[in-house]
């Protein structure tokens, strides 16, 4: 199983990038995919993940500006990211789980996740 993340740059404020998850190893469809983002002296946090269900879940402070999507024929996963704010500069990463069809649960720890992928750093200029 292997995750590759891309796709993070250098931006204004109100500015948009696309974060990539590339994925090998394993069957996208039966995996929730998460993001997610640590700042330099915080704790890591949760941003969104992508359910098998492909049911979307989002941490408060990025609802309407990030979109998670996945594209299973590409076997990766996209982070949308639009209306940038200095407070979401930050090294992200994205995460796999194995889930049953039947699992809804969304997965906002960490430890809900067995694979990781290498970050991609994300700078926001004021």
């Known amino acids: 199983v292997q995750l590759q993340a891309s796709g993070g740059g250098s931006v204004q404020a109100g500015g948009s990038l696309r974060l990539s998850c590339a994925t090998s190893?394993?069957?996208?469809?039966?995996?929730?995919i998460g993001w997610f983002r640590q700042a330099p002296g915080k704790q890591q946090e949760f941003v969104a993940t992508?359910?098998?269900?492909?049911?979307?879940d989002y941490t408060d402070s990025v609802k309407g500006r990030f979109t998670i999507s996945r594209d299973s024929a590409k076997k990766t996963v996209y982070l949308e990211m639009n209306n940038l704010e200095p407070a979401d500069a930050a090294v992200y990463y994205c995460?796999?789980?194995?889930?049953?069809?039947?699992?809804?649960?969304?997965?906002?720890?960490?430890?809900?996740?067995?694979?990781w992928g290498q970050g991609t750093l994300v700078t926001v200029s004021s």
């Open positions: 992508i359910l098998r269900s492909r049911r979307e």
């Open positions: 995460a796999a789980k194995y889930t049953i069809a039947s699992d809804g649960r969304s997965r906002r720890a960490p430890e809900d996740y067995d694979f």
């Open positions: 190893g394993f069957t996208l469809d039966y995996y929730a």
